[in-house]
């Protein structure tokens, strides 16, 4: 049956376009600018989910995103708030939380054990014997578990955004919209956020609806950026702001801040409440007015102040018959629209409570009414009274999260019963409902407006405070228990009243650690809805005032963030060498390495290819774009001092014109990094660093020398220049050929040398260096004329039998002699002495970065040792990278690298090994493919020339 009520119901819906989904397998059609849980609830269609615990059918509350209950899967996103997602064509949505489908769930059987079931049970029950819990844990968190991801969901487009304003406005009601307005009217640049698809808050579904044009002022204004359906999830230091609107973070900074979020209405408790069919009164009437939704066909009304009589007005007018009122309160009043009620034949009954709402399939079918006898007490039930829809209208609770982040300090006030605003710091304001100020309050967000321009710097007037006048809008205290329990205080929980006097009993009676043992407060919203009521049973409970029982700490976000969102844009850039389009033409396999596109290997066939680099590099000469490196200028008088504090070898006393290794520890120990470093000036360096780390290096480099206030400058210089290895016995040859003014005897330049001239008539530094063991000249020059380089190389070397050598070869060259790669030969846990690298450290510096650690890592001994190993020829397989290494049935290690070595004739490699395996001669077992153990034996390293002749030559 359709439950769509006709024009001018309807403000956010087009009747002209239809919307097909699907829910559960069956289709569904709306209307363009329902959301999920309106285009349901149009069809008839009103349990959206089951409930944590119990597995209970559950609904709307609010129709304004607060509760779990809402809670859908859409397509392969979890956890999706049905009252705030619009419908697309072709949406594909199911219910969270059921064992065979939300209309016969069988966990709605785990109701019958409820007397099992505790509060806080699985602390007492699975924490003892603590090996339990490894058994349970799972178990409960497939029990509980909401929506379910999927690991193969493809990137999304997420990115961020930042925004600066003289004033923020947080809520896009009556008195955020007046307090942007006075803002930008005093000159300040405004943003407003608000949450809602439409500007107007509760203007846009409560029956005085008259803006007075606040609205369209707003948006013409063109000193005010509206952002709507944009959450403001903190508030912090320095008014920051952070928004997420769609998959978009914005990075808001203000100079002050009005937060005008309004007032959200609060459940009453009685057995039965958290049924499908009963719902706050504001939620009806969004549903009516915003959606054109009939709520119900039959409905009573709990009420506790007059607002709850609009609702009854506005149900009557849109065809709902209301069977009754029960208003908590002794004398429902003389205010007009209660008149008005009783002029529509609608029985008002005084001092009455909901004692039960009875459950039909799966949804409200009827409650009961009873007097109320005293503070949370009734008495006898009477008949049943039929109806589908159970509207609650008994008081609000402010929307103060972000009040509370941002500093302000907020008291329980027993004469509103709502929470006060009883101080702010400078530069935040508080405006409307949250204020306290109810019936004036577009004339308070006129002041706070004013205020926070102001406090902006702009010469403007600030009226006086509004009074508030927020008594009598809110119940004391809405819980009435029932004797057969089922009376919901948390709804995200499962949590009953008893739960709360239960836990009080056990001594759980503080309000942050009834939080943690009985969990309210915990769940998917946070408790936005339930709060309130916990605190005050608990005060019930303790026989202790709300303003000391305290408040449950809501601490940011307001709503769920995605991941995406924080992270921002899924950044994947690709970085091309000044050489790229050279290694293109050249028939390079690209791969990608970091954030850089490099040449894998030259040709169509990878194995032929890496054959044919690796001979030209060892017999002939090879050209490596190494353009990638890192590479950073450290200069100022304490260089050497710097460079001495942060990595761990020596290089005060390190020659100009000299090269030394530089191994780079973080303040664990572990190895972060490595590279060189060049000294052109007692003043300058010139350090290079991997290609995946230099950025790192960079930060931490800025960060120490942030601290340590050192005489020092450091430039990255990574892009600003290419690189090239030239390498092979026949490399000066080549240099030679090419032309420069710089002496590439081996007299004058020898091994681990640095000189700046011109080659090929470029302006060039040159470092005798290679990572592949041969002679070898590192060529570094403006990436502007990197592709001049190239070239210049490659024309000269032609003579020689020059070849492009890939990425693919350069490991196996590197390998052979034994060189580390970090990252792939290193974890995050590796320190030099398990890497054997001693040798890298200065035994007798006072300090360097993560000496401390290493030191104290020393003296415990090591626990596993990275060694190099070969493989009998006759091995029945040949073990990959990350194999592992087997002791005793025990995994000790792993391979590292691999590779058949085609210099040495055999395949070696580099693996960690438990330390008593780790003798020159020692054999160890890897366990490779297919579970094949194969018998590796421990050799020196390097594997290729161990005398380096070849390299200094």
């Not at 579904?205 to 204004?221: E, K, P, W």
């Not at 008088?637 to 020659?655: I, S």
């Not at 007798?844 to 990275?866: H, P, T, V």
């Amino acid at each position: 049956m359709s439950n769509r009520l006709s024009a001018p119901y309807g403000k956010l819906i087009d009747r002209s376009r239809s919307v097909t989904f699907s829910f559960e397998g069956a289709a569904v059609t709306g209307l363009a600018g329902d959301t999920i849980a309106s285009a349901l609830a149009a069809e008839g269609r009103w349990m959206i989910s089951r409930s944590f615990k119990y597995h209970r059918p559950r609904g709307l509350v609010s129709a304004a995103g607060l509760e779990a209950s809402t809670m859908v899967q859409v397509g392969v996103e979890p956890n999706v708030y049905a009252c705030k997602r619009a419908i697309e064509d072709g949406l594909k949505v199911s219910a969270v939380n059921t064992f065979g489908g939300l209309a016969s769930d069988k966990g709605r059987l785990l109701e019958k054990f409820s007397r099992f079931l505790p509060v806080g049970f699985y602390y007492r029950t699975f924490f003892t014997p603590r090996v339990t819990w490894k058994f349970w844990e799972p178990v409960i968190r497939w029990l509980a578990g909401l929506g379910t991801i999927d690991p193969d969901t493809p990137h999304g487009h997420y990115d961020k955004q930042y925004l600066f304003a003289d004033v923020a406005v947080i809520g896009g009601g009556p008195a955020g919209l007046s307090a942007a307005l006075s803002a930008a009217g005093a000159g300040a640049e405004v943003v407003l956020v608000d949450d809602n698809v439409a500007l107007g808050g509760a203007l846009n579904y409560i029956r005085q609806s008259d803006d007075d044009g606040l609205v369209a002022r707003v948006t013409a204004d063109p000193r005010i950026t509206v952002l709507t359906e944009a959450v403001a999830q903190g508030l912090f230091s320095d008014n920051w702001l952070s928004v997420t609107k769609g998959n978009r973070l914005y990075k808001l900074r203000a100079k002050s801040v009005v937060v005008a979020t309004g007032a959200h209405e609060q459940p009453a408790v009685f057995r039965g409440n958290d049924l499908p069919g009963v719902m706050l009164g504001t939620a009806a009437q969004r549903l009516m007015r915003l959606w054109a939704v009939r709520p119900g066909r039959r409905a009573v009304v709990l009420a506790a102040n007059d607002d709850a009589y609009d609702v009854v007005l506005d149900l009557v007018e849109a065809g709902v018959t209301v069977a009754a009122v029960a208003d908590l309160r002794d004398d429902a009043g003389a205010d007009p629209r209660v008149a008005a009620v009783k002029a529509k034949g609608v029985p008002v009954h005084a001092r009455t409570c909901i004692a039960e709402a009875v459950e039909g399939a799966n949804h409200v079918k009827a409650v009961r009414l009873a007097p109320v006898t005293g503070p949370g007490s009734f008495g006898a039930a009477g008949e049943a009274i039929a109806c589908d829809l159970v509207c609650v209208s008994v008081g609000y609770v402010p929307l103060t999260q972000l009040l509370s982040q941002g500093g302000a300090r907020l008291v329980p006030d027993d004469s509103t019963c709502m929470p006060r605003v009883a101080s702010l710091p400078d530069g935040l304001f508080a405006a409307g409902s949250v204020a306290g100020v109810w019936g004036a309050c577009a004339q308070d967000g006129v002041r706070a407006g004013l205020a926070a321009a102001a406090h902006a710097g702009k010469d403007c007037g600030v009226p006086p405070a509004v009074a508030g006048d927020a008594q009598g809008r809110t119940y004391p205290n809405p819980i009435f228990p029932h004797p057969k329990g089922k009376d919901f205080i948390e709804f995200d929980e499962d949590i009953q009243v008893r739960d709360i006097f239960d836990a009080a009993a056990m001594g759980w009676d503080h309000i942050q650690l009834l939080k943690r043992f009985s969990t309210a407060g915990m769940g998917p919203s946070q408790g936005k809805l339930y709060n309130a009521l916990v605190q005050k049973a608990l005060s019930t409970a303790t026989g202790i005032t709300p303003p000391v029982v305290g408040t449950i700490t809501v601490r940011p976000p307001v709503i769920g963030e995605k991941l995406g969102q924080l992270a921002g844009r899924g950044f994947e850039p690709t970085r091309l060498t000044a050489m790229h389009h050279q290694h293109v033409a050249a028939g390079a396999k690209m791969m990608v390495a970091g954030t850089w596109m490099r040449p894998a290997y030259y040709g169509p066939d990878a194995e032929t290819a890496v054959l044919a680099e690796v001979a030209a590099a060892r017999q002939g000469v090879g050209m490596i774009d190494v353009s990638t490196l890192g590479k950073l200028e450290v200069r100022g008088p304490d260089a050497a001092a710097f460079l001495e504090r942060v990595y761990t070898w020596t290089y005060a006393k390190l020659a100009v014109g000299r090269v030394r290794y530089a191994l780079m520890l973080d303040e664990t120990g572990a190895i972060i990094d490595d590279g060189v470093a060049a000294r052109l000036h007692d003043q300058h360096f010139y350090v290079t660093a991997t290609t995946g780390g230099v950025d790192r290096v960079f930060r931490l480099m800025q960060f120490f020398n942030t601290q340590w206030r050192m005489k020092v400058d450091v430039a990255n210089v990574t892009a600003a220049y290419a690189g090239l290895n030239l390498i092979g016995p026949k490399a000066r040859e080549v240099l030679s050929a090419l032309g420069t003014d710089i002496d590439v005897s081996r007299e004058a330049f020898g091994y681990l040398g640095i000189r700046t001239g011109r080659v090929a008539g470029i302006p060039a530094r040159v470092m005798r260096i290679g990572f592949g063991g041969e002679l070898g000249y590192e060529i570094h020059v403006p990436a502007s004329r990197g592709a001049e380089l190239w070239d210049a190389v490659a024309a000269a070397g032609a003579a020689f039998g020059i070849r492009p050598v890939g990425i693919e070869a350069q490991r196996v060259l590197r390998l052979e002699k034994g060189h580390i790669i970090v990252g792939q030969d290193t974890d995050a846990l590796t320190h030099p002495l398990e890497a054997g690298m001693g040798w890298a450290v200065g035994r007798k510096k006072a300090d360097f970065l993560g000496k401390a650690a290493m030191d104290a890592l020393e003296a415990k001994g090591l626990s596993r040792q990275l060694v190099g190993f070969e493989l009998d020829p006759a091995a029945p397989v040949v073990p990959l990278e990350n194999h592992l290494v087997i002791k005793g049935g025990d995994i000790a290690g792993r391979v590292t690298s691999i590779t058949r070595s085609p210099s040495l004739g055999k395949v070696v490699g580099l693996a960690t090994v438990a330390p008593d395996q780790s003798a020159i001669g020692s054999a160890f077992s890897i366990r490779a493919e297919g579970g094949v153990m194969v018998t590796a034996k421990v050799v020196p390293i390097p594997f290729y020339d161990p005398d380096n002749t070849r390299q200094e030559m």
